[in-house]
């Protein structure tokens, strides 16, 4: 079955340690896209992606980093510069940036930083 | 900066009540996408509109997008404890990116 899967599923780091988050699809979507969800909250763009070898800084990519090597994988590394990284880390794939049409999301990671 | 604003944050109703949540948009969108988190779970899609004054229908749940295309609406007909979840609208504005609504907490009591 195609989609999207995200690991760990919980991850628990102490301050100051970087930490990398995995998003891989196999559904062929050129656009990628990572997400914070805070409670109450809603969704807000870390970094996003359109094709390989290419990202692009969303509203809140301040303390975070990515890469886009291969098509279908796109990690976030939360690092110790981010302020507050406790929240629930979604990835999201589309078949195309240029295009309208839905998000397909992954399980979510859950980071608690101690 | 761009803002997508949803109302009400929380709503609880008695099964078999409606339930309504409303987004509007500081800027004209070109579509607006409305998804569905149940508890623990991750968002998954529910429907794209495009058209100004665009009405769809699933089953019990009705969505609207406004004239001028800066609001839109999500109404569930008579609910059931299935409905329960929180609910965003996304907005395109035309920068390749979705912005989010803070999303709708549907609680229901059966």
């Known amino acids: ?114 | 900066g761009q803002q997508v604003m949803q109302i009400p944050q929380y709503q609880h109703v008695q099964e078999g009540e409606d339930f309504t949540t409303y987004c509007n948009s500081s800027t004209t969108l070109s579509n607006i996408q409305w998804y569905k988190q149940r508890p623990g779970g991750h968002p998954v899609f529910l429907i794209q509109l495009v058209k100004s004054g665009e009405v769809k229908k699933q089953k019990r749940l009705t969505f609207q997008f406004g004239e001028a295309k800066k609001n839109s609406s999500l109404h569930i007909t008579a609910t059931q404890t299935t409905d329960v979840g929180t609910y965003f609208c996304a907005g395109d504005q035309g920068a390749q990116k979705l912005v989010f609504g803070q999303g709708t907490r549907l609680t229901i009591n059966p």
């Not at chain 1, 763009?45 to 800084?57: H, M, P, R, T, W």
């Open chain 1, 1 to 114: 079955d195609g989609g999207i899967t995200q690991s760990p599923k919980y991850l628990f780091r102490k301050e100051g340690q970087n930490v990398t988050l995995s998003c891989e699809q196999n559904l062929n979507h050129d656009a990628m896209y990572w997400y914070r969800q805070d409670p109450g909250q809603g969704l807000r763009l870390i970094y996003y992606s359109q094709i390989v070898n290419d990202f692009q800084k969303g509203d809140i990519a301040e303390g975070y980093s990515v890469s886009r090597e291969k098509k279908e994988s796109f990690p976030l590394t939360v690092t110790s510069a981010q302020k507050n990284p406790t929240a629930f880390y979604l990835c999201a794939s589309k078949v195309t940036s240029y295009n309208t049409g839905e998000l397909f999301f992954g399980e979510g990671s859950r980071l608690t930083v101690l």
